[in-house]
């Protein structure tokens, strides 16, 4: 398709699993952005690459969570040892250069039982 | 993260009034952005504002960056029920981050 996609679209897991969240950007774009969503709230943001390089990962909120972007297209987001708090809508974002007009995808809602 | 004040948290409208919603924030920011998301997708830039004091149009939505660079407002005309859904005001100070605010619902009932 011509936006971003993500997936899985839901993900169940139990407490203390490893998740993958995977993000498909449009074609060409090379900033990408990763936010978490939490119920009621405005969408946070995790950390932002420009081509295969974390350009910026202040947002990632400790040492569990790890993203990569080998090829400088998909990007796929790691949370190890998941816990009840990582339960948010995980977005993600694309754009050709213009950082403001970044191009979001649907998210992946992620629960933690 | 640090996170934008929006008000009013909801509004219910009947359709054909006019809306209007504001963010504040403690920070200057350089930037403002406003975005409608819907349920189950991610959100859709509306508008963005790049200068403090800019008014900005698209179709019946406006927005001004606020004179202070710490807040903006999005004013909707004429609602129709189309344009229900949860507006986001977002800032950008420098760099590559983006804060976004807690969100306006917005009902239009026909």
């Known amino acids: 398709g011509a936006g971003v996609s993500q997936t899985p679209s839901n993900k169940v897991t139990e407490k203390g699993k490893y998740v993958e969240l995977r993000c498909d950007p449009i074609?060409?774009?090379?900033?990408l952005y990763w936010y978490r969503q939490s119920l009621g709230q405005g969408p946070e943001f995790l950390i932002y690459?420009?081509?295969?390089?974390?350009?910026?990962d202040s947002g990632l909120p400790n040492d569990r969570f790890f993203a990569v972007r080998p090829e400088g297209s998909v990007s796929t987001l790691k949370i190890q040892r998941t816990e009840r708090g990582d339960s948010a809508v995980y977005l993600c974002?694309?754009?050709?250069?213009?950082?403001?007009?970044?191009?979001f995808g649907p998210g992946t809602r992620l629960t933690v039982l | 993260g640090q996170q934008l004040n929006q008000s009013p948290q909801s509004m219910f409208i009947q359709e054909g009034e006019d809306v209007s919603m504001n963010c504040t924030s403690s920070?200057?920011?350089?930037?403002w952005l406003w975005y409608k998301q819907d349920p189950g997708e991610g959100p859709v830039l509306l508008i963005a504002?790049?200068?403090?004091?800019e008014l900005t149009s698209n179709g019946r939505l406006t927005a001004q960056f606020g004179i202070t660079r710490k807040d903006s407002f999005l004013n909707i005309s004429a609602s129709i029920p189309s344009d229900v859904g949860i507006y986001f005001c977002?800032?950008?100070?420098?760099?590559?981050?983006?804060?976004f605010g807690t969100g306006t619902s917005l009902t239009v009932i026909p």
């Open positions: 974002a694309s754009s050709a250069g213009n950082p403001h007009r970044q191009f």
């Open positions: 074609s060409g774009h090379t900033a």
């Open positions: 690459f420009q081509g295969t390089g974390a350009a910026d």
């Open positions: 920070s200057i920011f350089n930037t």
């Open positions: 504002l790049y200068k403090a004091g």
């Open positions: 977002a800032g950008q100070a420098n760099g590559n981050q983006f804060y």
